[in-house]
C-alpha cells in the first residue's frame, strides 16, 4: 500500500512559480517511480511528468518541458514538482502517484494523493 499526501498549491500570477510537494508513506518510496498528474475543471486528467525510481530520469508532458522539474528525495520520501513560468492554462488540481514504467513510458499505478489546487491568474 501506498499513501500520497500533496501539499504547495495556491494562487500565483501568470509567470510565477510554485513548488508542489508529495510526501509518501507506506511502501518504501524508493520502490517504485512517481509522476505528476492534472486536471482542470471539464477536462481529463492528464499526466505532467514522471521520475525514476533513484530519480535519475525523467520524463514531461510536451506542454510543461522546460519549466517545470520533477524531483524526489528518496531520504525524506518527498516527491517534488518545480513549476516555473506558470501559465493561466496551468490552473488545474494538480495529484502525485505512484507508478511504474514500461518500455519508457510511465503508467500510473492505482495510488493517487488527493490533489493540490493551482490556480494561475492572468
Known amino acids: 500500500q501506498v499513501q500520497l499526501v500533496e501539499s504547495g498549491g495556491g494562487l500565483v500570477q501568470a509567470g510565477g512559480s510554485l513548488r508542489l510537494s508529495c510526501a509518501a508513506s507506506?511502501?518504501?518510496?524508493?520502490?517504485?517511480?512517481m509522476g505528476w498528474f492534472r486536471q482542470a475543471p471539464g477536462k481529463e486528467r492528464e499526466f505532467v511528468a514522471a521520475?525514476?525510481?533513484?530519480?535519475?530520469?525523467?520524463n514531461y508532458a510536451d506542454s510543461v518541458k522546460g519549466r517545470f522539474t520533477i524531483s524526489r528525495d528518496n531520504a525524506q520520501n518527498t516527491g517534488y514538482l518545480q513549476m516555473n513560468s506558470l501559465k493561466p492554462e496551468d490552473t488545474a488540481v494538480y495529484y502525485c502517484n505512484a507508478g511504474f514504467y514500461v518500455n519508457g513510458n510511465y503508467y500510473s499505478d492505482n495510488y493517487w494523493g488527493q490533489g493540490t489546487q493551482v490556480t494561475v491568474s492572468s
Open positions: 507506506g511502501r518504501p518510496f524508493s520502490s517504485y517511480p
Open positions: 521520475v525514476s525510481k533513484s530519480g535519475g530520469s525523467t
